[in-house]
């Protein structure tokens, strides 16, 4: 049978929105001239697959990177934590020493070790990277102390970018009582940032307000979890989920910590501990699903899942998987860090220098169904542990709060001209690819694809993720034609 088929969105979503997550830079060394598996790997989500592909870059990427693109998926700018570089792969005007603590050629070639230690906020006209820094101890170590921020002028230098304002301290701690991690969350308004970093232990956070023109802060809040001092620190991960309401921090050593988070007035409060009962001292992970039902945590060879909604959150703990140490590419591909990518799937580096990333495609699934594939992201270099640092850049304002200021921007509905769809092959024999990209979304509306012939007769229903603004559907076994789509 053939089918001439219609695409109906049914939706109503935020129009802010921008892909300035789309690109992401890992790699190795900045060059290959001795390796040729050395270099850097684009990591391109404007694409379905996402593209991989090959960059020689000028300096090493190691565990403190982070991307930026336009509103379009562009790439613009990426950092090593010690650099910043432009989309031409050379450091922009006055964007070399970072991290001036630690700052030489060296430390520039192999790359940061500040983890998740670096990210870009963006304003109307300019845009922030902050990223922390290092003091020296009595006997030369050096330790994470500082705050920095830079101000970067995008349009400059024919929009390859220049830093107007470099290394600027907002906080200078005693040595070693900050952590590497910084993480950000939209403000209620839309416009402005909360930055959020870990002070002294696991209890106690340091918070500033950005806006574009004015920092306020810094604000402490001291949590009441519970943690194993006796453990050697291990900091998974520290982020906020997609809808910005949770705060979420730790690992399976030390346990993983919850708190509610008021993008309004940037309180933090009702702090709970899931005791994750470890007994081992292995490094590792931690993220949570689009949706913030679930929490990700591994060590180097285990991936578990904790259940958010459950009743009882460490008795809901679901052993995922184990390392296949049969697979090396060059060496067995240890789990380490994650990141949610723009198509909605959890992304995992390794600990070893692996040309290899292992992915969770259906994050919002419970249990098995989460489809953990090891080794599932083949790179085109080696990767020495660097996966970027994100904050939800399609948040948008929180719509019908008091501090929402940009009222009848959230309510509007959207418009052929407010999202992308393709389809592939068309016409098609047996299956056809519908690819639908949102610029934004309200995590209140389920957005919803209904196929429907020339009768208007429903064929197919397809309900995006939650929190996914590119999303695929496959649908097989007709003989199709796209006509149009509303």
Known sequence: MRYFIFVLLLFSNNLSAQKNDYIWITGDVGEDTVFLDWGGTEINFNSNPIGIKKRILPFGMFANTSSYCD???NLLFYTNGYAICNRLDSIMENGDSLDINTYNLDNLYFGNDNWFGSIFLPFKDKLYLFNTDRKKDDKGIAWPSIINYNV??????????????????????????????????????????WVIGLYE?????????????????????????????????????????QDGSKLIYGSLMRNIFIQDFDRCTGAISNSKTIETNYLDNSFGGLMVSPSGRFVYASDFSNLYQYDLWSSDISASKVFIDSLDKSKQYPFEGKFMKMQLGPDGKIYMNCFNSVRVMHRINNPDEKGKACNFVQNDVFLATDNKISIPNFPNYRLGPLKGSPC???????????????????????????????????????????????????????VQKYTMPDFAYLAQSIFQNWQVEFMGYN
Do not use: M, R
């Open 71 to 73: 509103g379009q998926g």
């Open 152 to 193: 970067i002028d995008i349009k400059a230098n024919n929009n390859l970018g220049k830093v107007l304002v470099k290394n600027k301290v907002l906080f200078d701690g005693e040595v070693n009582n900050i952590k590497t991690y910084i993480t950000a969350c939209q403000h209620g308004n839309g416009i402005d940032w």
């Open 201 to 241: 232990s696991n209890n106690k956070i340091i918070q500033y307000l950005i806006k574009e023109d004015t920092i306020i802060g810094p604000n402490f809040f001291e949590l009441d979890v519970k943690f194993d001092k006796s453990k050697v620190f291990n900091l998974g991960g520290l982020f906020f989920s």
């Open 404 to 458: 929402d200021t940009i009222l009848g921007v959230a309510n509007k509905d959207l418009s052929p001209d407010n999202y992308q769809i393709k389809l592939f092959p068309n016409p098609a024999n047996d299956q056809i690819k519908v690819d639908i990209t949102l610029k934004e979304y309200d995590p209140t509306i389920k957005t919803e694809v209904v196929i429907v012939d020339v009768s208007g007769a429903i």
